[in-house]
């Protein structure tokens, strides 16, 4: 079946530095890939859509230039957190539809975030 | 997108079915049903979809009233591994720009 992976599982930084988290779809393509947050004991809040080739779109209340997203091939796409601070430490996921079966989305196991 | 509403924990005995309700009363003639659950520090995984019939695959069944106002996934044969949240989601087509946002879920405890 379809498969999405990210990388790092788990990353724990300082305060001050970028932290990248990879989301790859491993057998299909995605030219459109989604990242979500999640508070403990909080739903998953979606952040951004990724678009392959050309800028990500942003949902309300997020920042851009805090949350960088490149979608640089159809099977990977990365966000990076700059400047974290410890609020930024979170459950991040991905998600991909496959190109061809859009209708099934495909969750990646997430990355944890500790910003110390 | 339409908002939904279901029951905030359940509980249910192994190896009974699990009837998980979801009410969406506003949802629009284009936008199908999804369930998906979350079982604790992993990603979401998908369980099922539908627009207006019952559907039925290898986890579950999804049942949906004729009014579409409301929907009820259905787990057979409960165990323990069910145990997760289950989010029911009413999205437009995905070629219609329909994204996938998340409510609270129902927290399903599967007891033994």
């Known amino acids: 079946g379809a498969v999405v992976s990210q990388h790092p599982s788990r990353v724990i930084c300082k305060s001050g530095t970028s932290v990248k988290i990879e989301c790859r779809s491993l057998?299909?393509?995605?030219?459109?890939m989604f990242w979500y947050r999640q508070f403990p004991k909080q739903s998953l809040m979606l952040m951004a859509t990724?678009?392959?080739?050309?800028?990500?779109?942003?949902e309300q209340g997020v920042e851009k230039d805090k949350f960088l997203i490149n979608h640089a091939s159809l099977t990977l796409s990365t966000l990076t957190v700059t400047s974290a601070h410890p609020e930024d430490s979170s459950f991040y996921i991905c998600?991909?539809?496959?190109?061809?079966?859009?209708?099934?989305?495909?969750f990646g196991p997430g990355t944890r975030l500790l910003v110390l | 997108d339409a908002k939904t509403t279901q029951p905030t924990s359940m509980d249910c005995a192994e190896g009974r079915a699990a009837n998980l309700p979801c009410n969406h009363s506003t949802i629009s003639g284009n936008e199908y049903v999804y369930w998906y659950r979350q079982i604790h520090s992993q990603g979401p995984q998908y369980i099922i979809h539908?627009?207006?019939n019952n559907e039925t695959n290898e986890m579950a069944s999804l049942i949906i009233t004729e009014d579409r106002k409301s929907s009820t996934l259905i787990l057979p044969h409960a165990t323990l591994r069910d145990t997760a949240v289950y989010y029911c989601?009413?999205?437009?087509?995905?070629?219609?720009?329909?994204?996938?946002?998340f409510g609270q879920g129902t927290e399903l405890s599967v007891k033994p």
């Open positions: 990724s678009n392959e080739g050309s800028k990500a779109t942003y």
């Open positions: 989601i009413v999205r437009a087509p995905y070629n219609q720009g329909g994204k996938l946002i």
């Open positions: 057998d299909f393509q995605a030219t459109t």
């Open positions: 539908g627009l207006k």
């Open positions: 998600s991909a539809p496959r190109a061809l079966a859009p209708e099934t989305q495909y």
